[in-house]
C-alpha cells in the first residue's frame, strides 16, 4: 500500500502557484520523498526529491515539514501545460531501487 | 539524448492470443522497470533487471506474464493467452547505477476485446 496521502483534484489559475500537500506521517528516518507528475497519456517524469531539508529546482520546490510527516510540492508559476496527476512517493534512497510504489496522486488542473 | 521507447504505442488484441511488448531503455542504464497501469489509477510495479538479470517480480505478474532482457540492452513483456483485465497501460522505466531517478518511456496501451 502506498505510504502517502494526497488530495485527489486541485484547481489552480494559470500565473498562479501551485501549492500540492502530501501527508507521510509513517515516514521513516531513511526514507525520502519523491515527486512525479504524468501528463495525460504519457509516462510519469520525475520532479524532485529530498530526505528533510526544503530542496528546489529548475521545476519546482519541495518544502518538508520539520516532523517530515508532511511536504508541499511548489510550482511557482503554473502554466496550462502543468496540468497533470502528481504523485507523491516515499522510498528509501535511490529512489525506488526496487520499483516505485505508486498512490492515485492530485490531479491538478491549471485554469486559464 | 534519447529517453525511453516502447513499442508498440497501441495494441488492440482480441482474448486468448499472445502479446509481446518492447522497451528501449535509454543506454547505459542498467536498471529497467516495468510497469501496469489502469484508468484512474498510479502505476502497479510488475517487475525489474539489473542488466540481463530479472531480480524481483510482483505477485501481480501471473504465469502468464514473462518478461526477458536477454543482453542486458531492451526488454520484451510478453503476455500468454490474454484476458479482458488485461487491457491496460504497459510503462516501462529505466534507472542508471546510483541514480535517484526513473526515466519512463510513453507506455503502450493494450486493449483485449
Known amino acids: 500500500d502506498a505510504k502517502t496521502t494526497q488530495p485527489p483534484s486541485m484547481d489552480c489559475a494559470e500565473g498562479r502557484a501551485a501549492n500540492l500537500p502530501c501527508n507521510h506521517s509513517?515516514?521513516?528516518?531513511?526514507?525520502?520523498v519523491y515527486w512525479y507528475r504524468q501528463i495525460h497519456s504519457q509516462g510519469p517524469q520525475y520532479i524532485i526529491h529530498?530526505?528533510?531539508n526544503n530542496e528546489t529546482n529548475e521545476m519546482a520546490s519541495l518544502i518538508i515539514t520539520e516532523d517530515r510527516k508532511s511536504s508541499t510540492l511548489i510550482l511557482p508559476h503554473a502554466t496550462l501545460r502543468d496540468t497533470a496527476v502528481y504523485y507523491c512517493?516515499?522510498?528509501?534512497?535511490?529512489?525506488?531501487?526496487?520499483?516505485?510504489?505508486f498512490g492515485k496522486g492530485t490531479h491538478l488542473i491549471i485554469q486559464p | 539524448d534519447t529517453g525511453v521507447s516502447q513499442d508498440p504505442r497501441h495494441k488492440i488484441t482480441k482474448r486468448g492470443q499472445n502479446v509481446t511488448f518492447r522497451c528501449d531503455p535509454i543506454s547505459e542504464h542498467n536498471r529497467l522497470y516495468w510497469y501496469r497501469q489502469t484508468l484512474g489509477q498510479g502505476p502497479e510495479f510488475l517487475t525489474y533487471f539489473q542488466n540481463e538479470a530479472q531480480l524481483e517480480k510482483s505477485r501481480l505478474l501471473s504465469d502468464r506474464f514473462s518478461a526477458e532482457r536477454p543482453k542486458g540492452s531492451f526488454s520484451t513483456l510478453e503476455i500468454q493467452r490474454t484476458e479482458q483485465g488485461d487491457s491496460a497501460m504497459y510503462l516501462c522505466?529505466?534507472?542508471?547505477?546510483?541514480?535517484?531517478?526513473?526515466?519512463f518511456g510513453p507506455g503502450t496501451r493494450l486493449t483485449v476485446t
Open positions: 522505466a529505466s534507472r542508471r547505477t546510483g541514480g535517484n531517478e526513473q526515466y
Open positions: 509513517t515516514i521513516s528516518g531513511n526514507e525520502y
Open positions: 512517493i516515499v522510498e528509501g534512497m535511490g529512489g525506488g531501487a526496487d520499483g516505485l510504489t
Open positions: 529530498g530526505l528533510k
